[in-house]
């Protein structure tokens, strides 16, 4: 078998050996291929270059030019921008301590109020002490500690409440709060007070009356109109054994579930001589009837139901 002339040596091959002693082939396909990897064209063309010196003088000065022309505006592009953010920058800083100190202000202000209040109710509490006298004055004061109006002091418990661990998912981000304590967490705490014999309780400060609400605002908790904050504290005077008995109760067993679950903090006990402040004076407000009763003997264009002229429907005002 030959090979193919296109793999034959010029000259063709030596079988016989004569002239060397051995037979002697030309370089196959795969050898060459190695020996000179570089196409003929492109050959060519870096010969071509070569022999023209490469690019042309103002071709080069063009490519230099518009690199250095972009150079230029970018950084001209940061200086505005940079520029700008340091002129904003005093405007912000301004503007917010404004509000810090509009808030600061007010703050103080609502305190001197407050107090300018407490005063006056003292005030009007020796006033109308003095005034009524007797049994009336103690059978007032009765009142007073039942509806949570006035400081009362005693023996009870003292349940405390404290946010366990809060993680985030690892996948979504998202904060997870099943360890926070939530609103009706405290108003289970108070309701099963109340149940086993509280005369009086207070949260974090805040007197409880038959008017408080407990409610949830975003991630804060407020009874009545001001927030509490973790640790809670549920203060209740009552029965001496007001502690065990609501550690026994399905409140307790309720948060002995959730200490070991989320790994919230429970912790119930008894107090000794604990003092109660009067809860926030508030407004009692009476329902009036909307329809004015008809003269007698005198017609009326009004049917039943129909408000009398001038008056209000809305909440009886």
Same mark, same amino acid.
């Given at each position: 078998?030959?090979?193919? $002339?296109?793999?034959?040596?010029?000259?063709? $091959?030596?079988?016989?050996?004569?002239?060397?002693?051995? #037979?002697?082939?030309? $370089?196959?396909?795969?050898?060459?291929?190695? *020996?000179n990897p570089l196409d003929p064209g492109y050959q060519d063309a870096a010969a071509r270059r070569a022999a023209e010196g490469g690019r042309r003088g103002w071709r080069r000065s063009?490519?230099?030019?518009?690199?250095?022309?972009t150079l230029v505006v970018i950084g001209f592009l940061l200086v505005v921008a940079y520029r700008q953010t340091v002129a904003e920058e005093p405007a912000r800083t301004?503007?917010?301590?404004?509000?810090?100190? *509009?808030? *600061?202000?007010? #703050?103080?202000?609502?305190?001197?109020?407050?107090? *300018?209040?407490?005063?006056?109710?003292?005030?009007?509490?020796?006033? %109308?002490? %003095?005034?009524?006298?007797?049994?009336?004055?103690?059978?007032?004061r009765d009142l007073e500690a039942v509806t949570g109006m006035s400081r009362v #002091?005693?023996?009870?418990?003292?349940?405390?409440?404290?946010?366990? $661990?809060?993680?985030?998912?690892?996948?979504?981000?998202?904060r997870r709060t099943e360890g926070q304590v939530k609103d009706t967490d405290l108003q289970l705490a108070a309701n099963a007070l109340w149940e086993a014999g509280a005369e009086a309780i207070m949260i974090n400060g805040q007197r409880l009356t038959a008017t408080s609400r407990i409610r949830q605002a975003g991630e804060a908790i407020l009874v009545d109109i001001r927030p509490v904050a973790s640790p809670y504290e549920v203060v209740a005077i009552g029965p001496d054994e007001l502690a065990d008995d609501f550690r026994a109760g399905y409140a307790g067993q309720f948060f002995e579930t959730l200490s070991g679950r989320y790994g919230i903090s429970f912790k119930a006990a008894e107090v000794k001589d604990v003092t109660l402040e009067a809860a926030t004076e508030f407004q009692l407000r009476s329902a009036v009837p909307s329809i004015a009763p008809a003269p007698s003997g005198s017609a009326s264009s009004s049917g039943p139901g129909s408000p009398a002229p001038g008056s209000s429907t809305e909440g009886g005002r």
């Open positions: 078998m030959s090979l193919p $002339p296109s793999y034959l040596p010029a000259g063709g $091959p030596d079988p016989d050996g004569a002239s060397a002693g051995k #037979r002697t082939y030309g $370089p196959d396909f795969l050898t060459a291929l190695f *020996q063009l490519a230099g030019g518009s690199s250095a022309l301004v503007a917010r301590d404004s509000l810090i100190a *509009q808030v *600061q202000k007010r #703050r103080e202000e609502t305190d001197r109020l407050r107090e *300018q209040a407490d005063r006056l109710a003292d005030e009007v509490a020796a006033l %109308r002490d %003095r005034a009524l006298g007797g049994a009336a004055l103690a059978e007032l #002091r005693g023996s009870g418990a003292k349940i405390t409440l404290v946010d366990g $661990p809060t993680s985030v998912d690892a996948v979504t981000g998202e």
